[in-house]
């Protein structure tokens, strides 16, 4: 086979999260179970962009106040965001000053993050490493579409860029600790590119990243659907998730009622104002690090598959006339209650 999953011998695991959103994440039916949510997109900054840092230092600080823990023992920060030169994040790390290691998968990041954490503690490089995702809705669509003031009308086909911040404390595991979830085996996505052009059309574009990662991670690992309580893909939204299922289908794959999820569908339901769904990095950071998480430390979920999706366009590849390439990475994880350590 071309590319092998990672299989993670050492068990690494979640230990802490950190999950901060917005005003109008406080309308998810899940924002009970985040940390805590601003009151405002400006969140008493100058900027946007500014917002968006507070987010990622209100998501770590809440977990290093959860953790027990100072900022000088984590060894390392993995994290993104989708501005210029991700902006939000350096500007957190320089606060935060620990070693950081910044990354662009555009929503994809959060799983980046997460595969290449494990790694890291699972090979004995890192004790302690805070990886997550961020986003911020009226930054974002300043930088890649019309900004908010413009009052610009957007197609169906449109997602609604989730503002929030999701964070994990990723370490090896020990007989002493008790984790919310185990990462037990993680597959890298491939860059896929169908030719989409439609920047309003995201979930389209991602469909065959996601299928692609899905269908090797299965393969790959000698599993099927059915050996997982959930595979939750990360914003493909309404019309990206149906369009994956189906390409799922082609090749065998087919799901039980419920089995086959998206944290783009699930973030806000079917709330109309937000198009086809949910997007941005902060979309399956937040549902990962809270709601999933909970159900894996609890044993509601033993098993589960989650895949986050990157449309990797810019808007300058966007007025050079480019199709939007795209990229998916999964990484399984597994409830502590059912999980034989040796």
């Known amino acids: 086979m071309d590319t092998k999953t990672w299989?993670?011998?050492?068990?690494?695991?979640?230990?802490?999260?950190?999950?901060?959103?917005?005003?109008?994440?406080?309308?998810?039916?899940?924002?009970?179970?985040?940390?805590?949510?601003?009151d405002s997109l400006w969140m008493?900054?100058?900027?946007?962009?500014?917002?968006?840092?507070?987010?990622?230092?209100?998501?770590?600080?809440?977990?290093?106040?959860?953790?027990?823990?100072d900022h000088s023992e984590i060894?390392?920060?993995?994290m993104g965001d989708l501005i210029n030169q991700l902006t939000p994040t350096n500007l957190a790390a320089r606060t935060l000053s620990v070693p950081y290691l910044g990354l662009f998968s555009a929503c994809a990041t959060s799983m980046e993050g997460l595969a290449l954490s494990?790694?890291?503690v699972d090979g004995g490089y890192s004790s302690k490493i805070v990886t997550g995702a961020s986003s911020h809705n009226a930054a974002v669509e300043k930088q890649f579409r019309y900004p908010t003031e413009y009052g610009g009308q957007k197609p169906p086909t449109a997602q609604w860029t989730v503002t929030g911040a999701g964070v994990a404390l990723i370490e090896k595991y020990s007989t002493q600790s008790s984790p919310y979830?185990?990462?037990d085996k993680a597959t890298i996505g491939k860059v896929v590119d169908e030719g989409i052009k439609d920047p309003f059309n995201m979930g389209a574009a991602m469909a065959?990243?996601?299928?692609?990662?899905?269908h090797r991670h299965l393969t790959q690992t000698n599993q099927t659907p059915e050996d997982f309580d959930l595979i939750v893909t990360g914003d493909l939204a309404w019309i990206g998730?149906?369009?994956?299922?189906?390409?799922?289908?082609?090749?065998?794959?087919?799901?039980?009622?419920?089995?086959?999820?998206?944290?783009?569908?699930?973030?806000?339901?079917?709330?109309?104002g937000v198009q086809a769904g949910a997007s941005g990095p902060a979309c399956s950071a937040m549902l990962l690090y809270s709601h999933f998480l909970n159900e894996l430390q609890k044993g509601s979920i033993k098993k589960m598959l989650a895949?986050?999706?990157?449309?990797?366009?810019?808007?300058?590849?966007?007025?050079?006339?480019?199709?939007?390439?795209?990229?998916?990475?999964?990484?399984?994880?597994?409830?502590p209650g059912t999980y034989h350590v040796n």
């Open 181 to 183: 979830a185990f990462i």
């Open 44 to 69: 008493e900054q100058e900027s946007f962009e500014k917002a968006n840092r507070l987010l990622i230092e209100e998501a770590i600080g809440t977990l290093i106040k959860k953790a027990g823990i």
């Open 241 to 272: 998730h149906s369009i994956t299922e189906d390409l799922l289908k082609e090749k065998g794959w087919t799901f039980k009622e419920g089995q086959f999820l998206d944290c783009g569908k699930l973030f806000y339901v079917e709330n109309p």
């Open 307 to 335: 895949v986050a999706t990157g449309a990797l366009l810019s808007p300058l590849t966007f007025q050079q006339g480019e199709s939007i390439p795209c990229i998916a990475h999964a990484v399984e994880l597994r409830s």
């Open 118 to 120: 494990a790694v890291l």
């Open 7 to 38: 299989i993670f011998k050492n068990k690494p695991a979640i230990m802490f999260s950190g999950v901060v959103g917005g005003p109008f994440e406080k309308k998810s039916p899940y924002s009970s179970e985040f940390d805590s949510c601003m």
């Open 208 to 214: 065959p990243a996601a299928a692609d990662v899905i």
């Open 75 to 78: 060894d390392a920060l993995l």
